[in-house]
């Protein structure tokens, strides 16, 4: 069983940044793919980023070049760094631990933490 908390979220106008938190509970993170999804209100819930254990990076075509996901293992933790914020980025932001298609047996969970606002308005 994993438990995300996201953090970090707020207001802020557009071109500002913010970096948004993801801390897990379990030690054996670094085993798995973590990623972040955003919700717009009325809106579908969309893929924004994903990381994998070995560092690999994906990016919505939304967002490449103005946000980086990245992690760090020891603290159990996955940021999403978010530059040149624009008002369509505002949404409620989520972590998400996705299970492994590889291994269902023993990860067959797709893990989601509660959210996080982020407003992007002037």
């Known amino acids: 069983q994993v438990q995300l908390q996201e953090s970090g979220g707020g207001w802020v106008q557009p071109g500002g940044s913010l970096r948004l938190s993801c801390t897990a509970s379990?030690?054996?993170?670094?085993?798995?793919?973590m990623g972040w999804y955003r919700q717009a209100p009325g809106k579908q819930r969309e893929w924004v980023a994903s990381?994998?254990?070995?560092?690999?990076?994906n990016y919505a075509d939304s967002v490449k070049g103005r946000f980086a996901i990245s992690r760090d293992d020891a603290k159990n933790t996955a940021y999403l760094q978010m530059n040149s914020l624009k008002p369509e980025d505002t949404a409620v932001y989520y972590c998400?631990?996705?299970?492994?298609?590889?291994?269902?047996?023993?990860?067959?969970?797709?893990?989601w933490g509660q959210g996080t606002q982020v407003t992007v308005s002037s």
């Open positions: 998400n631990v996705p299970p492994r298609s590889s291994r269902p047996d023993v990860y067959g969970t797709d893990y």
């Open positions: 990381i994998v254990s070995g560092g690999a990076t």
């Open positions: 379990s030690s054996r993170i670094s085993l798995r793919t």
